[in-house]
């Protein structure tokens, strides 16, 4: 017997009963969403507590003297390499009025480019061995590999002052 046959009654159940078990299929599926949304929210704010407690961009200290400046390495092989030399005290050469340089103990990898605009609070290599801290924004041609820059750069230059200077650079503390 067909259910589509042309009695009335016969053709309507034969559709009603597919387009009610999609309505079922469907309800039910919204029940299941709803009833697993707060366990979802919950694995959201879990996962949210892990990435709060996972490591933070790397970091590192630059001191002057008597103040201390956080500086964030940038995430490249000549960052880590340069981070693996810590801790490290420099006597920093005064140069152009808007930098300090020194000579590291060793070649770092590079891949230098030119970055138009130098900032207050730049750290970078230069050549493969010379580390720069600059503390005057100015525009440069010249080629360097970012290492990072200090996070708060207000005070820099008056830390650094237009001497030369010993500075320490070490690990996260």
């Known amino acids: 017997m067909n259910p589509f046959s042309d009695h009335p009654g016969r053709r309507a159940w034969g559709l009603r009963g597919p387009i009610l078990l999609l309505g079922l299929l469907v309800l039910g599926g919204c029940e299941v969403g709803q009833q697993s949304a707060p366990g979802a929210l919950a694995i959201a704010a879990a996962n949210a507590d892990v990435a709060s407690i996972t490591p933070e961009e790397p970091r590192m ?11 964030t390495l940038t995430d ?40 138009g605009t130098i900032r207050s609070g730049d750290l970078m290599l230069y ?29 820099l230059a008056h830390a650094l002052g237009r001497q030369d200077v010993r500075v320490v650079f070490a690990k996260n503390q």
Not at 61 to 71: D, P, S
């Open 61 to 71: 200290w630059m001191t002057v003297g008597e103040r201390r400046f956080a500086i």
């Open 76 to 115: 490249n092989p000549t960052a880590r390499a340069f981070a693996a030399l810590l801790p490290l005290t420099l006597e920093m050469a005064e140069l152009n009025g808007n930098e300090k340089h020194a000579e590291l103990p060793k070649a770092l990898p590079t891949n230098a480019s030119r970055p």
């Open 127 to 155: 050549g493969l061995n010379t580390l720069v801290v600059f503390y005057l924004t100015f525009d440069s041609s010249y080629s360097y590999t970012r290492l990072g820059r200090v996070d708060d750069p207000v005070g």
